[in-house]
């Protein structure tokens, strides 16, 4: 493959910044066409966003021959089901995260890839962001010394759908679309770049529950882990606190140091050692998921490797089934 022409399918509020724009700023790549259910709103995007064609229909986008590679951002339950129509196609897929629902759907769609040879890559695009790139390179080179555990906190209070006389929950919090509720959708980026610094979870537990009754998913998860290397973790998710309560905190605790970061909302990393304490700024770019398109655009080019495959997206939802105990 020399120019990359993508097509979007499910052209919604993610692709309007984080996604959609990269594909048209990244070297060798194009996006030709997008979809959505909604003619309207796909002739709207395409329209703001420059794109020449749209589609309501998810198959004419798939079968349309100026495009050779896919990109699905639909909610999950639609995600295998594409995926695999468009690897029979010949076009290699670029899936949002969560990969799938569950991990029986992200084996099926890795089965595929393998059977036609097209391959699939997920939108985990912290592995190629500056900011969790630092975290990585301080583990490496050992900047706190052996790693002993991990320690995850986020808790955020509810959003503005889920509460009210009118309350009306997104799909997100539907496991019938999503797999799960917020866990799933916000935890997935947390496993996957924990294996990617870390390598591969071997024992995952936990427990998931609903305590608010807002909505059908759990909105509390308590969970513990432990890597093929020894490192231990443990982490707690709760979804329903007040907005003062809200925290994002993740440490990684070495022989001789402590890393603080964010996952989500804040740009210092805190590196603590007997020398003291140094903070690195590293805000992420405009659009955050330019750094991993543009890897997947070199590696179907045959000039690189993209850092997450369907093989690694598979992992995240195993450990997400295995804490909430679906497997």
Request: contains cysteine.
């Amino acid at each position: 493959m020399d120019q990359i022409k993508w097509g979007i399918i499910g052209c919604g509020n993610v692709t309007e910044v984080k996604s959609g724009p990269a594909f048209n700023k990244v070297p060798n790549s194009e996006l030709v066409a997008v979809m959505r259910r909604d003619g309207a709103l796909a002739k709207d995007y395409a329209e703001r966003h420059g794109v020449p064609k749209w589609y309501d229909d998810a198959e004419a986008l798939i079968n349309d021959p100026d495009i050779n590679a896919i990109y699905i951002a639909t909610p999950p339950d639609a995600h295998e089901d594409l995926a695999i129509k468009a690897m029979q196609a010949g076009k290699p897929v670029y899936i949002e995260k969560p990969m799938a629902r569950n991990a029986a759907e992200c084996d099926r769609i890795n089965a595929e890839s393998k059977r036609t040879g097209v391959p699939v890559f997920v939108a985990y695009y912290r592995r190629a962001l500056d900011y969790f790139l630092k975290v990585k390179e301080l583990i490496d080179h050992k900047a706190i010394g052996d790693v002993r555990f991990v320690d995850i906190c986020l808790q955020w209070q509810p959003y503005d759908e889920e509460v009210g006389p009118n309350a009306k929950p997104r799909w997100r919090v539907n496991p019938e679309i999503s797999g799960g509720g917020h866990f799933h959708d916000l935890a997935s980026h947390q496993f996957d770049l924990l294996e990617f610094i870390f390598g591969p979870v071997r024992h995952a537990s936990g427990i998931a529950r609903n305590q608010a009754g807002l909505y059908e998913a759990d909105d509390i998860v308590v969970a513990n882990f432990e890597f093929e290397s020894g490192v231990l973790g443990k982490g707690s998710w709760c979804y329903t606190v007040a907005k003062d309560q809200r925290e994002d905190e993740t440490q990684i605790i070495g022989s001789k140091g402590r890393i603080t970061f964010s996952f989500f909302e804040k740009f210092d990393i805190h590196l603590e050692t007997e020398e003291g304490i140094e903070v690195f700024h590293i805000p992420y770019p405009q659009h955050v998921q330019q750094p991993l398109i543009e890897l997947i655009v070199k590696e179907l080019r045959g000039e690189g490797k993209s850092p997450s495959s369907g093989d690694t997206g598979a992992r995240a939802s195993l450990i997400l089934d295995r804490i909430t105990q679906r497997q």
